[in-house]
């Protein structure tokens, strides 16, 4: 059990904080030795099993993440843009495997995770899912066969308490629809439509977003052409496929060299 590694959990409150949790702790392939909240957070101080209404587990919540990193062997980290680049630097110092599930990060934002990856292994994705990488992947081929005759919608919907539009995973596909394509996304990106916006542009790749409920994530990629269309799917009911793939990304992480890495990397797609 020693040998197995020691894995800190940010934002261990949150949704995925609390999926994420139970996940490390019920795989048999990792110890769960710390988890960090913000400074003020009522878990600050409890057992994170006991604050979650179970059993304790001997964990204590902090919020003093250089502490909890200098014993572990990774980080997962859903949490905050801000949070996850301050994260970034302590996991680059203590050696530790930085996996990044938070989106909504800036263009200088990722320019901080970079350079900590020169010296730590970060795996960052946007959706650590396995059906979500493959839709990524299949993305990218339909977007290849396809002319500009068939317009890219991106539509994505998540429950009401999600901060960042369009969602990472959203911009994942984009991503991967200008690549298959070969243009470059910052050049044909349309978004918020609203008001008189003219005629479509030839070529151009749209986003829109949903925002409601409990909706866990769900996202389509709409090739629309004249009389026919295809629409590539994904939708996620539990979180669960977020955890799963984020534990999978901390321990495949573990003999890697430094360098940012995506979940295709992990999962060999
Ligand atoms: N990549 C994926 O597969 C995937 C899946 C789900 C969610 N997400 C992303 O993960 C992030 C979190 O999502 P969520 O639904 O769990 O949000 P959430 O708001 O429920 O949880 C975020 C947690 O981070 C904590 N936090 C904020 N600042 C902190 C700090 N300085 N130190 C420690 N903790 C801090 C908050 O208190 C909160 O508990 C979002 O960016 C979301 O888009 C990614
Ligand atoms: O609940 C969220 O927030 C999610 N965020 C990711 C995104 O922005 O794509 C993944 C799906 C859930």
Not at 14 to 22: A, W
Not at 135 to 155: H, K, N, P
Not at 218 to 243: K, P
Request: hydrophobic share 45%; charged share 20%.
């Amino acid at each position: 059990m020693a040998d197995l590694p020691g894995i800190v959990i940010m934002g261990v409150s949150g949704r995925m904080g609390q999926m994420l949790t139970h996940t490390v702790l019920e795989s048999g392939k990792a110890r769960l030795v710390g988890c960090v909240e913000r400074p003020g957070h009522p878990w600050v101080g409890q057992d994170v099993r006991a604050a979650m209404g179970g059993v304790p587990v001997g964990v204590t919540v902090t919020d003093e993440p250089i502490d909890a990193i200098a014993q572990a062997q990774a980080v997962i980290d859903f949490s905050t843009p801000a949070a996850s680049v301050g994260i970034a630097r302590l996991a680059a110092q203590a050696r530790a495997v930085h996996v990044i599930g938070t989106t909504g990060f800036s263009p200088e934002d990722l320019e901080q995770i970079r350079l900590a990856a020169r010296h730590a292994i970060v795996v960052r994705a946007g959706n650590m899912s396995l059906g979500v990488n493959l839709l990524v992947q299949l993305t990218r081929r339909v977007a290849a066969a396809l002319d500009a005759d068939f317009d890219i919608e991106v539509i994505e919907a998540h429950h009401r308490h999600k901060v960042d539009a369009p969602s990472g995973t959203a911009l994942m596909l984009g991503q991967a629809a200008a690549e298959g394509r070969g243009v470059a996304l910052d050049e044909v990106s349309e978004r918020g439509r609203d008001g008189l916006t003219g005629a479509r542009a030839r070529g151009a790749i749209g986003f829109s977003a949903i925002r409601g409920g409990d909706i866990v994530g769900e996202h389509d990629v709409v090739f629309a052409g004249e009389g026919e269309r295809i629409v590539l799917r994904h939708v996620a009911t539990d979180r669960a496929v977020f955890a799963r793939g984020a534990l999978k990304a901390a321990l495949w992480g573990q003999d890697k060299k430094p360098g940012e890495y995506d979940m295709l990397d992990v999962l060999g797609l």
